[in-house]
């Protein structure tokens, strides 16, 4: 069943560039350092929730999209996050991301995929917990420009019966999310 997962999200990868409406600013950056001020602008999918400022805040990232009320816990929540750009390359975003969770979980699979983004290059982890939590993880780079880099991550239950649609929102998101200069932020720290 978790080959299938990995499969199906390589299949839709291919098929996301029909993403849906941007439904515009999710979340933005302040200028810190080299980087530019920043805005992430995505698209909604039906029946989820935006938030920026409450709960994505609370537990210290850009920006949540979850269905339904706030439940707190991980699964089923799509994950913004936005750092400085540190590492020479997306590669290597994405080979340490992979070697700390393998030191977390030395019993978890890996695997991974190119994700065809129309305006940015994006490459795909999938997790398999020993733990029966499966998570996906995109890596985006905006370019050298931006000074950032960005991911989406979302976990579920390895026995969620809505997987696949949970998996088809996520996947239309992440080709739908764009990075701008936003010169209408303030400085960092002001």
């Given at each position: 069943?978790?080959?299938?997962?990995?499969l199906?999200?390589?299949?839709?990868a291919a098929?996301?560039?029909a993403?849906?409406?941007?439904?515009?600013?999710?979340?933005?950056?302040?200028?810190?350092?080299?980087a530019p001020?920043?805005?992430?602008?995505?698209?909604?999918?039906a029946?989820?929730?935006?938030?920026?400022c409450?709960?994505?805040r609370?537990?210290?990232?850009?920006?949540?999209?979850?269905?339904g009320?706030w439940?707190?816990k991980?699964?089923?929540?799509?994950?913004l996050n936005?750092w400085?750009r540190?590492l020479?390359a997306l590669?290597?975003?994405?080979?340490?991301d992979?070697?700390?969770?393998l030191?977390?979980?030395?019993?978890?699979?890996?695997s991974?995929f190119?994700?065809?983004h129309?305006?940015?290059p994006?490459?795909?982890?999938?997790y398999?917990?020993?733990?029966?939590v499966d998570?996906?993880?995109?890596?985006?780079?905006?370019?050298?420009?931006?000074?950032?880099?960005?991911?989406?991550?979302?976990a579920f239950?390895?026995?969620?019966?809505?997987?696949?649609?949970?998996?088809?929102?996520f996947?239309?998101?992440?080709?739908?999310?764009r990075?701008?200069?936003?010169?209408?932020a303030?400085?960092h720290?002001?």
């Open positions: 069943m978790r080959i299938g997962l990995t199906a999200l390589c299949a839709f098929l996301a560039q993403a849906g409406k941007d439904d515009g600013v999710l979340a933005r950056g302040a200028r810190d350092g080299n001020a920043w805005a992430i602008s995505a698209a909604t999918p029946g989820w929730t935006r938030d920026c409450t709960y994505a609370a537990i210290g990232v850009n920006a949540v999209l979850y269905q009320e439940s707190g991980p699964q089923r929540v799509m994950v936005v400085p540190q020479p590669a290597d975003e994405v080979q340490a992979h070697q700390r969770y030191q977390h979980d030395p019993a978890g699979k890996v991974g190119a994700v065809r129309p305006a940015m994006c490459e795909a982890s999938v398999q917990g020993s733990d029966h998570d996906v993880l995109v890596f985006c780079d905006p370019g050298a420009a931006s000074g950032v880099r960005l991911s989406w991550s979302m239950d390895d026995a969620d019966s809505s997987r696949r649609a949970l998996l088809d929102d996947m239309r998101v992440v080709v739908a999310s990075w701008a200069k936003d010169a209408a303030p400085a720290g002001r």
